[in-house]
């Protein structure tokens, strides 16, 4: 049995791929879910990560709890109790959201500009980010995912786009290919899909 976790104060434009992205580089996910809006389908901010050991586990909340997302200080924290460490969902609710059948949540920006870029060398900043991908059109945002304690990258990042079409011209010139250092990984990060059967990590792929 892994170790749940509840992550609090989460950008409201964050999707499934982006959460379970934040938690992999600490060990083997079993489960993440994404609490969302029953009438809306927007993120609610938090979520709830099941980490495969409490190593794992400690490690996410050493690094997470504190770290600075999107202009918000996210929470992480282990969960103690079936319902801490929120207030209960009404049945009303939890029938309208079975597990892995939630709708997606709105975004704030037009599908598709959002982008995941992984395998980074540890050296490369959002500076050099922003410069790289600006070659191929209008950078809205970089979210460089570092450790709160060094300040160092932990390889990976996420870059919004102005446009679908500046996206897809990211993807077509920088996924693997090499730059700044490394072969890059780069993909588009997918809203979570409705699906039937429970909910397993892995949206993106």
Known sequence: MGTRLYVGNLPQHLCFPELEDLFSPFGTILSAE????????????FAFVEMESAEAARAAISALNGFALAGQTLTVNEVHAPQAPFAPRSSAERASHPRGERP????????GTRLFVGNLPYTASAADLQKLFAEVGTVVSVSLMTDRDTGQSKGFAFVEMGSKEAAAAAIKRFDGQF?????????EARPPERRSGGHPVGGRR
Do not use: C, N
Not at 104 to 111: N, Y
């Open 34 to 45: 994404l609490i969302t809006d029953p009438t809306t389908g927007r993120s609610r901010g």
């Open 179 to 187: 730059a700044l250092g490394r072969t890059l990984k780069v993909s």
């Open 104 to 111: 997606a949540p709105a975004s704030t920006q037009p599908a």
